[in-house]
């Protein structure tokens, strides 16, 4: 199939961007294009004007900043991977970048647009979620912030405002301590989507014991959601502790069944993977994390 017909502007700074998003209802932004052509080509997705925002500059960049570690909306997934200060000061989502699509499709797919997409099983969308990453849109002259739990309400379905342009993630700076990150997933082939996934960060003081853990669950349900895994918080977080929290705390998961993966089995995925990740994150911690 060819897609339906459409207009196509490229602006080069974002107030052109949000006027011609204003401008048309039916108007999408477009930036590496790996989900939305597709989606075009199968006329899934009939948009009659396409406002193509990678010639805006300012959406482009990964820096450090007092709010934490910007990357703007535009900026390609393969240069996150391969940023020293993502390794460092989000060593969650360094971990997680590796299993986004293919080295083609994450050079041309934009950070920001996985997380606009709002698919329950992006692998960055659900980094965002476990460390609380800050969302910012701008809509007309007006600057808007979500966070992930109030962002993602449903299976590509998301907050953000019609006419509104995502302008960059930020994400929490590194905490002090030995931080470590874990991020595992399970598909029928490699890069292809997930069938359950997860996250995890551990925080040990010097003794090694854990001050503070975060672990969340995609690909399971409608959308990410984080997992509240405080009782690690004062253990030496051994296999037997993190097992048992991971399983009191995955009692009340909602896990949909598909096509692709009953739901029975994606929530016991969803256990042993969320396992793995908090022992891969505990070991990376001990051995003293990713370099600060």
Do not use: W
């Given at each position: 199939?060819?897609?339906?017909?459409?207009?196509?502007?490229?602006?080069?700074?974002?107030?052109?961007?949000?006027?011609?998003?204003?401008?048309?209802?039916?108007?999408?932004?477009?930036?590496?294009?790996?989900?939305?052509?597709?989606?075009?080509?199968?006329?899934l997705?009939?948009?009659?004007?396409?406002?193509?925002?990678?010639?805006?500059?300012?959406?482009?960049?990964?820096?450090?900043t007092?709010?934490?570690?910007e990357?703007?909306?535009?900026?390609?997934?393969?240069h996150?991977?391969?940023?020293?200060?993502?390794?460092?000061?989000?060593p969650?989502?360094?971990?997680?970048?590796?299993?986004?699509?293919?080295?083609?499709?994450?050079?041309?797919?934009?950070?920001?647009?996985?997380?606009?997409?709002?698919?329950?099983?992006?692998?960055?969308?659900?980094?965002a979620?476990?460390?609380?990453?800050?969302?910012?849109?701008?809509?007309?002259?007006?600057?808007?912030?979500?966070?992930?739990?109030?962002?993602?309400?449903?299976?590509?379905?998301?907050?953000?405002?019609?006419?509104?342009?995502?302008?960059?993630?930020?994400?929490p700076?590194?905490?002090?301590?030995?931080?470590?990150?874990?991020?595992?997933?399970?598909?029928?082939?490699?890069?292809d989507?997930?069938f359950?996934?997860?996250?995890?960060?551990?925080?040990?003081?010097?003794?090694?014991?854990?001050?503070?853990?975060?672990?969340?669950?995609?690909?399971?349900?409608?959308?990410?959601?984080?997992?509240?895994v405080?009782?690690?918080?004062?253990?030496?977080?051994?296999?037997?502790?993190?097992?048992?929290?991971?399983?009191?705390?995955?009692?009340?998961?909602?896990?949909?069944?598909?096509?692709?993966?009953?739901?029975?089995y994606?929530?016991?995925?969803?256990?042993?993977l969320?396992?793995?990740?908090?022992?891969e994150?505990?070991?990376?911690?001990?051995?003293?994390?990713?370099?600060?």
């Open positions: 199939m060819k897609p339906a017909p459409f207009s196509y502007v490229r602006p080069s700074s974002l107030a052109e961007a949000c006027d011609a998003l204003a401008s048309d209802p039916d108007a999408r932004v477009i930036a590496g294009g790996q989900t939305l052509v597709p989606m075009l080509a199968m006329r997705a009939r948009p009659t004007l396409l406002v193509d925002v990678t010639a805006i500059a300012d959406l482009v960049g990964i820096q450090e007092e709010a934490g570690i990357i703007g909306a535009a900026t390609r997934q393969a996150a991977l391969v940023s020293d200060l993502i390794r460092t000061q989000v969650l989502l360094s971990k997680a970048l590796p299993n986004v699509g293919h080295p083609p499709t994450r050079a041309r797919g934009t950070v920001g647009g996985s997380i606009a997409h709002g698919d329950p099983s992006a692998e960055i969308a659900l980094a979620t476990v460390l609380n990453a800050t969302i910012h849109y701008r809509d007309g002259d007006e600057d808007l912030e979500f966070q992930p739990d109030e962002y993602f309400i449903g299976p590509t379905l998301t907050a953000a405002p019609p006419s509104g342009c995502l302008t960059k993630v930020v994400f700076k590194r905490p002090e301590g030995r931080v470590g990150a874990g991020f595992q997933e399970i598909a029928s082939r490699r890069s989507y997930a359950a996934s997860a996250g995890g960060q551990v925080v040990l003081d010097q003794a090694g014991t854990c001050v503070a853990a975060l672990l969340g669950i995609g690909s399971v349900g409608d959308v990410p959601v984080a997992i509240d405080g009782g690690l918080v004062g253990t030496r977080l051994d296999d037997g502790q993190i097992a048992e929290a991971v399983a009191a705390a995955l009692e009340g998961l909602e896990v949909v069944d598909d096509l692709h993966a009953t739901a029975s994606r929530k016991r995925a969803a256990a042993r969320a396992f793995l990740a908090l022992v994150a505990r070991d990376d911690a001990r051995a003293g994390g990713a370099a600060a």
